[in-house]
């Protein structure tokens, strides 16, 4: 897996890839269209951010590429790819409760927040992509 250069892309199975974690300076796509949706990205070392129809969807810090970004109504999947290991925040459900995979091995069940965020930490290597996988319980 390499970074995005374009900085977010349709995939041919239905999913994203968005992100840049190479990028020195802060960049920014906006207005994204994808089956039917608007996505803005903002993207460069420190951090990664995505936003569907102007509300949050996935935040790094630092930075990442993420490929194959899918959502459902009740998963989330991705890949990722970074320069260090990442702090990820997604939105989701309110208080809902969510089981974690990373890297093929379960890391657990986590409860989202009133405002639906979950927060998870993901060791990363680089070049090296991980899988990431939550499904509600």
């Known amino acids: 897996m390499a970074v995005i250069s374009e900085l977010i892309r349709s995939e041919a199975d239905g999913s ?26 903002k993207t460069f070392a420190d951090i990664t951010k995505l936003e569907k129809n102007g509300m949050f969807v996935y935040e790094s810090v630092p930075g990442t590429a993420v490929e194959n970004f899918n959502c459902t109504s009740d998963s989330l999947s991705f890949t990722v790819e970074g320069k260090d290991d990442a702090m990820i925040t997604l939105e989701l459900e309110p208080e809902q409760e969510y089981d974690i995979t990373v890297g093929g091995v379960a890391v657990g069940r986590m409860k989202t927040n009133l405002g639906g965020k979950l927060n998870l930490s993901v060791e990363l290597d680089p070049g090296k992509s991980v899988e990431v996988n939550v499904k509600k319980a």
């Open 16 to 41: 994203i890839s968005f992100g840049d974690y190479s990028l020195a300076d802060k960049k920014k796509l906006e207005d994204f269209k994808h089956e039917g949706d608007l996505y803005k990205v």
